[in-house]
């Protein structure tokens, strides 16, 4: 299926949701035929930017280097489902603006949230300080000011978000087709 490329990019605090909705989403267009492809932030962490630790700078090259990639998918009419918390508004805006045909959706959740929703136990280690650096924590998450989608998965279900995405897309004119819900 022909189709334009797009980064739909979301972002957001650990815990809110990303992952969980972008599968879903990734899903739903796989089934109608488009090309996609999926870079999520901790299988990046251990292929594309190993090595690279948690400093501002670090984090920044690590976001740079997903966005290369996703420039190069997207030129090539691949949508691409970027997963990653990228703490830095202007990180996010330096990639938007080398993609082009970029949607950012803010997978919002109030810290509280995503800290009860901690499988991993990472908050907790974070606020006994095991782990420094740590986004919402030790350091910061800048929202972003004006995203193409917000989904609000601490009010929201599942399909509510997912939907919410792809009737998103359709809008911005990236789905040649309508998703079914």
């Known amino acids: ?16 949701g990303k992952t969980t909705i ?3 989403v990734e899903a739903k267009l796989r089934e109608q ?7 999520d932030g901790d299988i990046v962490r251990t292929n594309l930017t190993k090595g690279l630790g948690f400093s501002k700078e670090d984090r920044d090259e690590n ?14 009419g691949v949508i691409v489902i970027v997963s ?13 603006a080398k993609i082009g045909n970029f949607v950012e959706v803010f997978v919002n959740a109030p810290l509280a949230v995503c800290e009860d929703r901690d499988v991993k136990g990472l908050y907790k280690k974070a606020r006994a300080g095991e782990i420094k650096m740590f986004t919402g924590i030790s350091d910061p998450y800048e929202p972003p000011t004006n995203p193409e989608i917000e989904c609000r998965t601490d009010l929201e279900e599942l399909d509510e978000s997912v939907n919410k995405v ?12 309508p998703v079914g819900a």
């Not at 189709?3 to 650990?14: A, C, N, P, R």
């Not at 996703?70 to 030129?75: E, I, M, V």
């Not at 792809?166 to 087709?177: N, T």
């Open 84 to 96: 990653a918390i990228s703490p830095y508004r202007a990180i996010r805006e330096e990639v938007r």
């Open 166 to 177: 792809l009737q998103g897309l359709e809008k911005l004119g990236y789905l040649s087709q």
């Open 63 to 76: 976001i740079r280097r997903i966005g290369f990639v996703s420039q190069l998918l997207t030129r090539n």
């Open 33 to 39: 035929g488009y090309k996609i492809e999926v870079l």
């Open 22 to 24: 972008s599968k879903q």
């Open 1 to 16: 299926m022909e189709h334009k490329g797009v980064t739909i990019w979301f972002t957001g605090l650990s815990g809110a």
